[in-house]
């Protein structure tokens, strides 16, 4: 089982980029996705999570309208766009991929059942 996250870099502030998460080893289908970020000297926190059948999507007040998560099922892979990038979002960002989403704030518990290696991205002012 392998989730490989791509798609950051340097970035200037204003600026976008889709970070995408693909995984292997596992029926992608039925796993929800979660992005998690975690800044220098930051604790990781929740960023966005998009349910197993595409139809929900969650997203932390501080991303909300300027981030989108998406899935494609054939390509067994779910994206991150970012966009009006801002300093603030600099961080390794993570994907994982969770098969049950029980509760209503499912998507806020980190025990998720797989994890990529995270991508880094930085915005410059």
């Known amino acids: 089982v392998q989730l490989q996250a791509s798609g950051g870099g340097l970035v200037q502030a204003g600026g976008s980029l889709r970070l995408s998460c693909v995984a292997s080893g596992i029926a992608f289908t039925r796993y929800a996705v979660v992005w998690l970020r975690q800044g220098p000297g930051k604790e990781r926190e929740f960023v966005a999570a998009?349910?197993?059948?595409?139809?929900?999507?969650y997203y932390a007040d501080s991303v909300k309208g300027r981030f989108t998560i998406s899935r494609d099922d054939a390509k067994n892979t779910a994206y991150l766009q970012i966009d009006s990038l801002k300093p603030e979002d600099t961080a390794v960002y993570y994907c994982?991929?969770?098969?049950?989403?029980?509760?209503?704030?499912?998507?806020?518990?980190?025990?998720?059942?797989?994890w990529g290696q995270g991508t880094q991205v930085t915005v410059s002012s």
């Open positions: 998009i349910s197993w059948n595409g139809i929900t999507t």
């Open positions: 994982a991929a969770r098969l049950l989403t029980v509760g209503s704030r499912w998507y806020l518990d980190a025990r998720h059942d797989y």
